[in-house]
């Protein structure tokens, strides 16, 4: 396949029919270019197993340049040196743009990622439009405290930008992960300097077309696929950039607070993996909990760090909730992403696709029953099919790692209190779903889980005024929320003296 700079593709589906363009460069201080080593790859369809476009990988000094005009941006025109209001005015822009163009972000990330259209369409834009403009009523709305700590001396605090943030992806959810950390570090008034996966650049390289229409003047906002362990390094060990924000899995976590403490002990901020339980008690709608406990591991071909694949099922219902659960998960319809009705795309890669696999063996040789699925869906692309495993035990790997699949591990339980213990017998700690109409032990159980989400007779359902961060090995530091503004903010103490005489 040959290179261009940009790419023209001409989708023919039943959801959607036109063309998209988009750029497949680098970009860096407001221009699409070449990287340094001229180096490429060639994205594959999931769905397929076929290739998409040759786009633009850069490495080291490709992160360099990008952090070298993400600095120049900041001192010149962007931090201190722009109003928040301004900041605000940008970022609505922005969010306008995104809303304009969201059938042609939805069929990128449908075709790049293997996610469904719909849900690309009907969920991960929404909700990607509206992070930006959470956080552009935000701009202007970063302040401090004024202090009087004696009479003869006040004080104030100062919420300033950090700088430079590096920000790296993962290739689940493409965009809104993107925007998720570039909304709230832009309203603060930082710039930045972004690596999205190799696997998944489509909708972050459109969305540079959308910056530079937005207006966010040059360098202010970097865009910079590459390879983990080149172009993600390179942002950890990099002596301009001040701060790391990521989202990916725990190894990756680690050396990224590795990279951190060796170079300018930048400051990070982790979103990692998780194995988040769901907890259903007799009490429950058995209906809409075996719903929203299909939602939660199944949804986005299982590749999602909140799924609720340690399905915990109280024993009064558990038979009925098994029998209805299998019924359900047996319905869902899997194949291509742009067909109508479908709800499992494919898995992101062979790579992804072979992980998975080897979780279903490993389940079925430690002596966990297949109950439903387990097999390759379909000849073609990266396809699993919904699979249940019941009798797991608590040291078996599909109960204890993270699969990032199609798998669910269903468990029986009497008490709550063995149900907690079981929850928290993991070493992450980033979500949970509690399913009762008891509302004292719903408040008592989700205190009790040590996680930074729980849910209550729901999952999977992000609110923009809500942080999300995981306890234990599932991170440090909040995505959301005004909370998330502590991500990318320096809080400076000013000290002056009305009185005080020597």
Known sequence: MAFESTYTYQFDTAVYKGAVTFPTQLFINGEFVNPVNKGTIDLINPATCKAIARISVGDCEDIELAAQAARAAFKEHWGLKVPGAARSKLLHKLADLVDANTDQIAALEALNVGKTFHAAKAQDLPITSSILRYYAGWADKIQGKSIQTTPDKIGFTRHEPIGV???IVPWNFPLSTLIMKLAPALACGNTIVAKPSEFTPLSALFLCTLIRE????RGVVNIVPGYGDTAGQAVGESMIIDKVAFTGSTLTGRKIMEAAAKSNLKKISLELGGKSPSIIFDDADIDQAVKWAINGIFMNQGELCVAGSRIYVQAGIY???LQKFTESAQCLSVGDPFSPGTFQGP???ERQFERV???IKSGQEEGATLRLGGERHGTEGYFIQPT???ECTPNMKIVQEEIFGPVAAIMKFSAEEEVIEQANNTTYGLACS???KDINRAMRVASNIEAGTAWVNFTNWPDLGLPVGGFKQSGAGKDL?????????NIKAVHINIGIKI
Not at 214 to 217: D, E, L, Q, T, V
Not at 481 to 489: F, R, S
């Open 347 to 349: 898995q992101i890669s």
């Open 481 to 489: 929320g005004e909370d998330a503004l502590e991500n990318y903010t």
């Open 434 to 436: 509690v399913y009762t």
């Open 388 to 390: 249940v495993f019941t």
């Open 357 to 359: 696999m080897g979780y």
């Open 319 to 321: 038979d009925d909730f």
């Open 214 to 217: 937005a207006g966010f003047p």
């Open 165 to 167: 943030i590096g920000v």
